[in-house]
């Protein structure tokens, strides 16, 4: 081997061992800090806040939408009874 074959080789061995004492240690790139988490939890619960308000306008327009239908079906019965 010449001198950049073995450099390629060390660095892959330093990367793997680096990797299999990381993973030993319980160490995770994405959980580094413990604000982020909470953070993430604040904007689920203020997403899920989110869409139970638009289910419940959801509710709300579905209600109208079905009063005014049937309001408009009583009105065109009544006209023809006229």
């Known amino acids: 081997m010449n001198g950049g074959q073995l450099m ?33 939890d604040a904007e689920a619960q203020r997403l899920r806040d989110e869409v139970r308000q638009l289910k ?4 709300v327009l579905e209600r109208i939408t079905v009063e ?11 006209l023809r009874d006229r």
């Open 8 to 40: 390629v080789v060390l660095i892959v061995t330093v990367v793997m061992i680096a990797g299999i004492v990381r993973a030993k240690m319980g160490v995770h790139r994405h959980s580094r800090d413990n604000q982020h988490g909470a953070r993430d």
């Open 56 to 59: 419940e306008r959801l509710q």
């Open 68 to 78: 005014k239908e049937n309001s408009l079906e009583r009105e065109i019965e009544r």
